[in-house]
């Protein structure tokens, strides 16, 4: 009987302390969701290229590793590698990254849930090196249908050129 009380006692700290320990984590689980695949359509005013894209964590990290697939023309596939700043300010998120081809780019992203729930907003810069310069703007408004579809329109703006408009849907995981 005299050693309820401390079991008691060490029971209860120990259940606290990972009930706080996992508080963080619960936390970042309902933010944005960087575990996804997809389907996407482009135009550019005269092609219509189908792709389809992936990104996700490496492990518990904010590693972010990406690609991209033309199912119509060879040679625009890409695969990147960046590092996600989460909750920078404001509820953004900030993403660098370095892509293939020379590509390197910067992403701020923000769920907008106080306004409409499942609303997010994005923007992005991209700028490349080497002979094959293109540098761009991107702007992206996305809806969470659930918890694991999302449906995506954005525009590409490219500096001195044409702009693309996307759709997408996607399977976050």
Known sequence: MKQILPIL????????????????AAAASAGLSYNRVGVNYVTNGTDHPYSVSASAFIGSSNVLVAGEADLTA???DTASIGYVFKGVAAGIDATVSVA????YGINLRRSLGEVLSGLEAAIGYQSSSGSNKNDSWTYEL???????????????????????NSVSIRYNF
């Not at 969470?144 to 044409?162: E, L």
Request: zero cysteines; hydrophobic letters at 35%; aromatic letters at 10%.
């Open 9 to 24: 006692t060490l029971t209860t700290l120990t259940a606290a302390a990972f009930a706080d320990a996992s508080a963080p």
């Open 74 to 76: 060879a040679g625009d």
């Open 100 to 103: 293939s081809n020379d590509i």
């Open 142 to 164: 996305s809806y969470n249908v659930n918890k694991q579809y999302s449906v995506a329109y954005s525009i590409q703006d490219f500096q001195g050129s044409v702009s693309n």
